[in-house]
């Protein structure tokens, strides 16, 4: 009897042997590992600048045949001679267009509208009250999208769409102003801020 016992502990203690090997094997079975390899681009994608500026038109007198307004190098900046305003009535007026020719969404987050000055030229120069009484007949005006441009101004450009802008600076019509010289006008800087259009 005592034999037989001890023979039955023996096959017990094999079997659970036999048991934890099994559950070894059937846990290993269940082992995974994933990995994933790649790289990626970081592109300039941001494109905003001027296109399109057009040749100028004039109305009255003005005469832009020596202007030299054109786009730089880096299609940021529009600068030059515009043109010369002679009588009271007289325009001059060119426009160019806003493009996003990148591809990520932009939108004006501000605007500084430049104004005119008005000195007496370098050579054949008027006196300075003269020039500030010519200054006070002269306006520029700004169109961005169809409406007058301003401080507050904002609005979207889209990539791959472009705004119309137009700039027009006049001599108000009515009494000349008598002038012994010529006045030198310049156009303070008008510029837009552009950024990253936020996305939903």
Known sequence: MEKKERGFKT??????????????????????????????????????????????????????SNKSLAIDS????ISGFIGTLKAPGDT???????????????????????????APAATNGSTATEASNVCAKLSVDFQYDGAALTAQTRGDLLHG??????????????????????????????SFTYEQKATS
Request: overall charge negative.
């Open 161 to 190: 769409a472009s705004k119309n802008v137009s700039m027009t600076i006049t001599y108000a019509a009515g009494d000349a102003v008598e002038l012994s010289g010529d006045v030198a006008v310049t156009l303070g800087r008008t």
């Open 74 to 77: 880096t299609e940021q900046a």
């Open 92 to 118: 001059i007026t060119y426009t160019w267009k806003a493009t996003n020719a990148g591809e990520i969404d932009a939108t004006i987050s501000g605007v500084t509208v430049g104004s005119l000055t008005c």
């Open 11 to 64: 096959i017990a203690v094999v079997a659970l042997c036999v048991a934890l090997v099994a559950l070894s094997v059937a846990y290993a079975g269940y082992t995974s590992t994933l990995t994933v390899e790649g790289t990626a681009t970081v592109k300039s994608a941001w494109d905003i600048k001027w296109t399109d500026l057009s040749a100028g038109t004039k109305t009255g007198y003005a005469d832009i």
